[in-house]
C-alpha cells in the first residue's frame, strides 16, 4: 500500500516562514497531482495549492503570491513553501496523492491518498 508521511509544521509567528513536505512510500508507478489541503478550526476542508505530474500549479486565492508548491517526482514528494503567514492560515494541513498507481502483489491498483494532517500554527 500507500502511506504519505507530512512533515515540517509547527509554530510561527505572523510573517514568518515554513516549509512542509510530503513524500509518498510503496511500490509506486505513479502520481497524478499532488497537493496540499487545511482544515482550520470549525471550518471545512479547503484546498490550498495543487501541482500536476507536469508541474502545473493551482492555488487558491488566499495564498496566492505567498506560497508555492513544487514536487521532485523521483522521490514522490510533495513540498509547500509557505511565507509571509497569516493567523488565518492557522489550520492542520493535509496532503493528498490523486491517482496514485502502485504494485501490491501481481496487480496493480490506482487511489488517491491522504496524509495524517501536520499543525501549523501562527501566532499574531
Known amino acids: 500500500q500507500v502511506q504519505l508521511v507530512e512533515s515540517g509544521g509547527g509554530l510561527v509567528q505572523t510573517g514568518g516562514s515554513l516549509r512542509l513536505s510530503c513524500a509518498a512510500s510503496?511500490?509506486?508507478?505513479?502520481?497524478?497531482?499532488m497537493g496540499w489541503y487545511r482544515r482550520a478550526p470549525g471550518k471545512q476542508r479547503e484546498l490550498v495549492a495543487v501541482i500536476t505530474s507536469g508541474g502545473s500549479t493551482n492555488y487558491a486565492d488566499s495564498v496566492k503570491g505567498r506560497f508555492t508548491i513544487s514536487r521532485d517526482n523521483a522521490k514522490n514528494t510533495v513540498y509547500l513553501q509557505m511565507n509571509s503567514l497569516k493567523p488565518e492560515d492557522t489550520a492542520v494541513y493535509y496532503c493528498n496523492a490523486a491517482g496514485v498507481i502502485y504494485k501490491r502483489g501481481a496487480y496493480r491498483f490506482t487511489e488517491d491518498c491522504w496524509g495524517q494532517g501536520t499543525q501549523v500554527t501562527v501566532s499574531s
Open positions: 510503496g511500490s509506486i508507478f505513479s502520481i497524478n497531482d
